[in-house]
């Protein structure tokens, strides 16, 4: 798709993500996530792999309570950008369902389209693939501050396009990474044989 394909697409709106998380996981597979840096430089990346959390009936979301300022944040308006930390990094997640209803996606991992030099900047690697290969990877490779935290992801600064769907045939669906409660839960969503996938191993 070209550059001026993709400034003209409409962005993914709150509507996109007021409804079931594990939908919501799903349909951003394929989807370009993107970042417009002070000046105007665009980074752009396309969404190959996805973690749905939706607390209600999710055992995995006793940590909230952790977490300072967690529970407000996920109960919030659907479609705002939240970040959360693990081992001092920052991860992406968008709020989904109504207010009130603690529930998010974990954006993990992105394969670069646009940007990518400028990417590198922000994270050196060695090896390509270590660029966007997993949560905290990508935040930093496209340079996403908490200072974005509780913006609306349609926003100029960062937002998602939408693109053509992945086929099911196409897709992975397995446990989440890293869990110990509602590790059974299939509710991690990624496009199979993607290179850019995390290495990131399912918890069941």
Known sequence: MSE??????????????????????REL???????VLEGGERLTARIVETEAYDCPRDPSCFVIARLPGAAQALAGPPGRVYFHSTYDHHLLNIVCREAGVQATILIRAAEPLEGEERMR??????RRLDLTNGPAKLVQALNIGPELGGQPIDGDALHILPAPAVPDEEVSVTARVGLRRGAELPWRFLIAGNPWVSPGKPSA
């Open 4 to 25: 001026r394909v993709i400034q003209a697409a409409p962005r993914l709106s709150a509507a996109f993500f007021d409804r079931d998380p594990v939908a919501v996981a």
């Open 29 to 35: 597979l394929g989807q370009t996530l993107v970042r």
């Open 121 to 126: 900047a922000f994270r050196p690697v060695k």
